[in-house]
């Protein structure tokens, strides 16, 4: 199936070939023109993919440090989480915080390791230490990184209205961080793995829902507040895209070893 996008951006650049501007860097700066085009080539994951990646990098770390601003100086946003906490809190029912509850628990730590055990041995037995290495890689990063993010932000849960107790600090939210890295990966393996429309977009969607589900059972529940699950969003993207690039440019790296030795 061919890619529309592809068709778009060899459009664009043929037109932008032809401007005066542009043709005068490419005959002063070839080397400069050459990186720049390399830069949106759509056959490689070093070329549009990773541009857009980058972008997309860039633009999250930049919304992260404006979220985060706001917590720590804005009183909106603090009056916007306790307002949006109370709402939920009036209209709170035993039946349904019974099943948000289960979901949340797909964010626990004794379920990562389980998901993270089940996944590792099928990467094993698949002899994908490619996959292993980037799957764990990332799970570290949203470890550590939510670990010494609530340390150091250490602001306090919403525990007046909580269902359940919970320890530790509030911002960020490690399950929403956690499942937007873990299953927005496995997501990505299997889109990978799956070479037919349906099934791609099915495991696209089930893992969106999923995610969702879970950063609003935080809310629901009472343990964090919005900005605590959105930054725990923006920070499990980051991983995401930190995992996806990796494992791209670790299997670009290997298809070009290999093609080397053919030769």
């Known amino acids: 199936m061919k890619n529309p996008l592809s068709g778009y951006v060899k459009q664009a650049i043929g037109k932008l070939k032809h401007q ?3 043709r005068r ?20 994951f070093l070329g549009l993919p990773f541009t857009l990646i980058s972008l997309v990098f860039v633009l999250n770390i930049a919304l992260l440090s404006e979220l985060t601003e706001s917590v720590l100086e804005s009183a909106w946003i603090v009056t916007l ?12 029912s035993e039946a349904l915080s019974q099943v948000l509850y289960a979901f949340t628990q797909l964010g626990e730590q004794e379920t990562v390791f389980i998901v993270g055990g089940v996944v590792s041995a099928i990467f094993l037995y698949r002899r994908n230490f490619v996959a292993l290495f980037v799957f764990w890689f990332t799970l570290a990063g949203v470890g550590i ?6 340390t150091f932000f250490s602001r306090e849960r919403p525990s007046e209205v909580a269902y359940y107790a919970v320890e530790h600090f509030s911002f960020p939210s490690g399950h929403a961080t956690t499942v937007l890295a873990m299953y927005g990966l496995l997501a990505y393996f299997l889109y990978r793995h799956y070479h037919t429309h349906p099934w791609r977009e099915l495991v696209l969607w089930l893992a969106g829902i999923l995610i969702v589900i879970v950063g609003f059972s935080r809310i629901y529940l009472g343990v964090h507040f919005l900005s605590d699950v959105l930054a725990g969003f923006l ?14 440019v670790m299997i670009y790296d290997k298809k070009r070893k290999a093609r080397r030795r053919e030769q």
């Open 20 to 22: 005066p501007l542009v």
């Open 81 to 92: 989480d306790e307002t949006f906490t109370g709402l939920l809190f009036k209209v709170r």
């Open 25 to 44: 860097l490419r005959e002063q700066y070839p080397g400069l023109w050459r990186f720049l085009m390399n830069r949106f080539n759509t056959r490689v």
């Open 235 to 248: 920070l499990g993207a980051l991983w995401l895209l930190v995992g996806v690039s990796l494992m791209e």
């Open 145 to 150: 990184s939510t670990r010494y993010g609530k």
